[in-house]
């Protein structure tokens, strides 16, 4: 063979190699060394080295030990090639994270590239044995890293993993929107397998002669160390194969019901679930999918799957090890199958993920969900709009129609034939889900259910539409917003709500969200100087990220300079870059402190701003109880403080708080006994829960005449804890329902409720069995 680099073939890799990912790289999140451009690497590189060197063994006929040791070197020239170019573009347009960015090209396309070399030396040599041997090398050499892709679109397919690790590829961190990624020592201990593989392969090259007939024979090189060695290697390799569940490595459907332990059946759903959860939260989430499965059987007007499968995971982390999605929910309509965390009672997005579910009843496809080609592109917009749609939030004061339409008003309105396709991936989050899901819902009234099942199935819109084209059921859509009246609140909240980045279109939103948490877990844990570093680095990156902004400010709150705070505070209530949801958060920490510091004028002041600020009627309420604890002074406010407040130095304690509101609910104070009533339901307990919330909605007269606090309580208060009793009344089949129906009556009749949540109230009663 000739030297290194001299062949036609390696110096065309390396051009090819260096065009492909240095225009790769002006993608967004693309340049410079991060999990983007390592997984672009993995994909590039790997083919690069095994088609190049098939193609020069294939030429040059050497020996097999040759032959693979020249597919490594190539290999390994490709990755410093890779990541020099990724350097580069690093130096164009910074660098996030370059420790980590390099840990992944180190553990990912470099190892990948290696064994794209060596596989490309094997296929170099069966092409020997064929006439057309540069194509049958190409093709063979292919067929390794494709190969292996494939068999992870299959392990997708057939389990509920969503991430990969892959020989050549290195690893896939699965779903756009978990930002944050990490295969820890996961992806160390998979390429340990790999330099065993290696190691194997090279052994056995060195035992293997080329005839001048292009066959191969076993050579005696009596060196028994060698063999003992590439055994142990083959070993190994198979160990850590096999123990790829174990290792995080990979997961079936089998592996994951093993690991979790525990699962129930109620009616048509069966719930894996984690030993971490409760059994009595998982037979709530069984009954919860019995309930939503009629719901959104009858608004689609289709026959879901006659069992379905709810994975139920105790964290995200655990989530995540398991099947690959860990702040992401995920349904697998082909499988019957959704994976959630525990989350609470009602659930937040089951409803959501069992659309998906019931949509593959007429889902195109072998995944079953809409898009061209029988969904094998898939169309977010239809997949994620019908199941807001069908199951749209239920903690929400705002329908989804009142949204799009503040969208319209402040001209954030997307066009309809941009969300429904893969241009909703570079909308925000919020926006891409909101806009087509009140779309959908509008078209569903419109044009009715059956209309809804075909165009999600394939057929096209003006099939199903009346011959109207997308581009004119958009003009239909905005001509009813544009009835819509609206508080005119509600224009900022959607500009603070939508008017967000896509995750291609922000600054090293990996980077930056993983030092968020990290800074913030740190603040949690008392850690104010580690916390204070890890902000100020992430502003360095993100000079303008509010959040970090406002940590820096509660890390002064927390070493107790009030005066600091207080100043940062101001300084972000104040900025008019900021949206209104920002400088309310702002304004209600500089309350706090102001109540802390005694300064009840000025917090009442600033509550009553927020209050003006968001419409959100969570938020008015808590502004309301908070302007109670500040005017109420130190002694009288104690409790609500020690909830809502705290002190300085640790913040707000439900600890604290629990036995000085104990004592006023006991002496009969209506809105302590609704918060105790909450924060026991908060807290898991919801039989002491349903006794604290009765005692405020409905005293008896006795306790009436000993109460010493006025009732009822503020009606927010009053309307609050009676949407609470629906709810945990609704938790547990044993509770007492006799109050049920009338509480549903009078919230559905309340004229001052949001539309929003009053829907939500009556889709969660008819759910419970009303």
Request: aromatic residues 8%; hydrophobic residues 45%; charged residues 20%.
């Amino acid at each position: 063979m000739t030297p290194l680099l001299r062949s036609r073939a390696e110096r065309a890799a390396l051009g090819v190699a260096a065009l492909a990912l240095g225009g790769i790289g002006f993608a967004p999140q693309f340049g410079g060394p991060g999990y983007e451009s390592a997984l672009a690497g993995g994909l590039v590189l790997p083919s690069i080295a095994a088609v190049a060197t098939a193609l020069l063994v294939a030429r040059a006929r050497p020996q097999p030990f040759d032959a693979l040791g020249r597919g490594v070197a190539l290999g390994g020239v490709l990755a410093v090639v890779g990541a020099l170019v990724t350097t580069l573009h690093g130096l164009r347009v910074g660098f996030c994270d370059a420790p980590l960015g390099y840990e992944l090209w180190a553990t990912g396309p470099g190892p990948g590239a290696v064994m794209g070399g060596a596989w490309g030396a094997a296929a170099g040599l069966f092409a020997l044995r064929f006439q057309r041997q540069r194509l049958v090398a190409v093709l063979a050499a292919l067929a390794g890293p494709i190969g292996c892709i494939a068999i992870g679109f299959w392990r997708f397919y057939t389990s509920p993993m969503v991430f990969g690790f892959d020989p050549f590829v290195g690893y896939f961190a699965g779903p756009l929107y978990d930002t944050v990624v990490d295969p820890g020592t996961r992806l160390f201990s998979y390429r340990i397998g790999t330099v065993a593989s290696l190691l194997a392969f090279a052994a056995l090259a060195w035992h293997v002669e080329l005839t001048d007939a292009a066959r191969f024979r076993l050579a005696r090189r009596e060196r028994r160390g060698i063999v003992v060695a590439g055994a142990l290697a083959a070993s190994l390799s198979l160990a850590i194969t096999l123990s790829g569940p174990r290792l995080g490595h990979w997961h079936t459907r089998a592996s994951i019901e093993e690991g979790l332990g525990r699962s129930l059946t109620v009616g048509r759903c069966t719930v894996a679930y984690s030993a971490g959860v409760p059994r009595v939260d998982a037979a709530r989430v069984g009954d919860e999918c019995v309930g939503h499965l009629p719901e959104i059987e009858g608004y689609l007007g289709a026959k879901g799957p006659e069992h379905v499968t709810v994975f139920l995971f105790a964290s995200d982390g655990e989530k995540g090890a398991y099947m690959g999605a860990s702040h992401t929910y995920i349904a697998k309509p082909w499988r019957a199958e959704l994976y959630i965390q525990a989350a609470g009672f009602p659930h937040p997005t089951l409803g959501h993920e069992l659309v998906h579910v019931v949509t593959g009843s007429f889902g195109p496809g072998p995944f079953r969900v809409a898009g061209p080609l029988g969904g094998l592109i898939p169309d977010p917009g239809r997949i994620e709009g019908i199941a807001v749609a069908a199951s749209p939030g239920e903690d929400d004061d705002f329908t989804l129609l009142e949204w799009a339409k503040a969208l319209l008003d402040l001209g954030l309105l997307p066009e309809m034939p941009d969300i429904f396709r893969l241009g909703f991936l570079t909308k925000s989050h919020n926006a891409a889900y909101t806009v087509s899901g009140a779309f959908v819902s509008w078209f569903h009234d419109r044009y009715g259910a059956d209309s809804v099942r075909g165009w999600y199935a394939g057929q096209p819109i003006e099939q199903v539409a009346q011959g109207k084209t997308l581009l004119a059921l958009d003009r239909e859509f905005r001509a009813d917003l544009s009835k819509i009246q609206l508080r005119p609140e509600l224009a900022a909240m959607a500009k603070a709500r939508f008017d967000r980045p896509s995750i291609f279109g922000r600054v090293c939103p990996r980077r930056v969200d993983r030092d968020l948490a990290i800074a913030e877990g740190r603040l949690g844990a008392g850690d104010t100087r580690g916390a204070r570093e890890a902000l100020q680095a992430l502003l360095k990156l993100e000079p303008q990220n509010t959040r970090a902004r406002l940590g820096l400010a509660l890390c002064s709150v927390r070493e107790g300079a009030l005066d600091d705070a207080i100043q940062r505070y101001q300084a972000l209530a104040t900025d008019p870059r900021l949206s209104v949801l920002e400088r309310a958060a702002a304004l209600e920490a500089r309350g706090d402190i102001q109540t802390m510091a005694e300064r009840s004028a000025d917090a009442m002041a600033a509550y009553r701003e927020v209050s003006a600020l968001d419409a959100d009627e969570d938020r008015r309420r808590t502004m309301e109880v908070k302007t109670l604890a500040a005017g109420y002074g130190p002694r009288q406010g104690a409790a609500l403080r020690a909830l809502l407040i705290g002190d300085a130095r640790l913040g707000p304690s439900w600890d604290e708080a629990a036995p000085l509101l104990g004592a006023q609910a006991a002496a009969g104070d209506p809105l302590a006994q609704y918060l105790v009533g909450r924060n026991l339901w908060l807290h898991a307990r919801p039989a002491a829960a349903l006794n604290y919330l009765s005692a405020a909605l409905d005293p008896t007269p006795a306790a009436l005449r000993a109460n010493q606090y006025s009732w009822p309580p503020p009606y927010s208060i009053l309307r609050e804890a009676m949407r609470l009793r629906v709810l945990v009344t609704c938790s547990d089949k044993r509770f007492d329902r006799a109050k049920l129906p009338e509480d549903v009556k009078r919230l559905r009749e309340d004229p001052d409720m949001p539309a929003a949540k009053k829907e939500a109230v009556l889709r969660f009663a008819k759910r419970c069995g009303l």
